[in-house]
């Protein structure tokens, strides 16, 4: 495939089970990652994070298991829970927080 990686074409994949994380360790895989597309799966262990940094992309998280504390300025913050998402715009600062095990699917895009 031209764009897409670690993933076949034409094989139905269960969300759940793209990407796993052992222990107190935040796993990752990416299926597409070049200058205007990200789109990565998280699987966070319980009170795992990814400290805030800056990012030039739009953001969107979708967490399809567990809950998620996205931290974003200075103290702004937002709580996602399973089957939900939040969007996020470019050129901000962010971090995120495991509130208990979870997975997360994460798009970025370059406006």
């Known amino acids: 495939m031209k764009y897409l990686k670690n993933i076949q074409p034409y094989e ?4 759940k089970e793209i990407v796993s994380s052992t222990g107190k ?5 990416a299926i597409i990652d070049n200058e205007h597309t990200e789109i990565r799966f998280f699987s966070f262990a319980e009170w795992e994070d990814i400290d805030k940094e800056y990012y030039e992309k739009e953001t969107i ?5 567990g809950s998620l ?3 974003y300025n200075e103290k702004d913050e937002l709580i996602v829970n399973e089957g ?3 969007c996020l715009e ?5 971090g995120v927080k495991a509130l208990k095990a ?3 699917c994460n798009i970025l895009v370059k406006p």
């Not at 139905?12 to 969300?15: A, G, P, Q």
């Not at 998280?61 to 298991?65: E, K, P, T």
Request: glycine share 0%.
């Open 12 to 15: 139905v994949n269960n969300l």
């Open 102 to 104: 979870c997975k997360v």
């Open 90 to 94: 470019s050129d901000i600062n962010y």
């Open 84 to 86: 939900e998402m939040v």
């Open 69 to 71: 504390k996205v931290l």
């Open 61 to 65: 998280f979708i967490v399809i298991v």
């Open 25 to 29: 360790k935040i796993a990752s895989k």
